[in-house]
T-cell receptor
Framework: KNEVEQSPQNLTAQEGEFITINCSYS?????LHWLQQHPGGGIVSLFM???GKKKHGRLIATINIQEKHSSLHITASHPRDSAVYIC?????????FGTGTSLTVIP | DGGITQSPKYLFRKEGQNVTLSCEQN?????MYWYRQDPGQGLRLIYY???????QKGDIAEGYSVSREKKESFPLTVTSAQKNPTAFYLC???????????FGPGTRLLVL
């Protein structure tokens, strides 16, 4: 069993749609990270969360510690949002990564 | 304020990519060091520099490279040749080799 489960694995959306990517985890954590990996391979850290909600531009990340669940939302999606989105959890010294959600936004 | 700066706190990279970790100090120290820490283990020395334009290999230098072009800066490059790059990296500086070392806050490198 994976410590981190992401859904969906693949997602295709029309430009302008509201997108939600989910992450569930099974371990106690000190923090959760949302990462974005572009087709060229570079990885960008989008959010680090330990509680509540964070917003950065069109991106919103929420976490519910009791339910061990986090969501990443993209409002007014754009083709440049096309990337793989990865959830990672940090229970102490270890890091566990989800398998990623591949998002394609069609113009 | 005087001190040692390492940024960012977390760095994520794709396997096979080189990545450079920064370390800056404004303590006017001659000596600078890079260490690696793995879970449950102590610090291991990667490279050190006694003075500008000089650096020496530590115990685990393979897969890493450094430069010391300025007194204040001692960047560490983790190359694709490093087999297990995921670790916590600490930079330190001292007035001279063998003197008290002052540590930065560290950078956690995660390679996917």
């Amino acid at each position: 069993k994976n410590e981190v489960e992401q859904s969906p694995q693949n997602l295709t959306a029309q430009e302008g749609e509201f997108i939600t990517i989910n992450c569930s985890y099974s371990v106690g954590i000190s923090a959760l990270h949302w990462l974005q990996q572009h087709p060229g391979g570079g990885i960008v850290s989008l959010f680090m969360l330990s509680s509540g909600k964070k917003k950065h531009g069109r991106l919103i990340a929420t976490i519910n510690i009791q339910e061990k669940h986090s969501s990443l939302h993209i409002t007014a999606s754009h083709p440049r949002d096309s990337a793989v989105y990865i959830c990672a959890v940090e229970p102490g010294n270890q890091f566990y990564f989800g398998t990623g959600t591949s998002l394609t936004v069609i113009p | 304020d005087g001190g040692i700066t390492q940024s960012p706190k977390y760095l994520f990279r794709k396997e096979g990519q080189n990545v450079t970790l920064s370390c800056e100090q404004n303590l006017n120290h001659d000596a600078m060091y890079w260490y690696r820490q793995d879970p449950g283990q102590g610090l291991r020395l990667i490279y050190y520099s006694q003075i500008v334009n000089d650096f020496q290999k530590g115990d685990i230098a393979e897969g890493y490279s450094v430069s010391r072009e300025k007194k204040e800066s001692f960047p560490l490059t983790v190359t694709s040749a490093q087999k297990n790059p995921t670790a916590f990296y600490l930079c330190a500086s001292a007035r001279g080799v063998g003197e008290t070392q002052y540590f930065g806050p560290g950078t956690r490198l995660l390679v996917l």
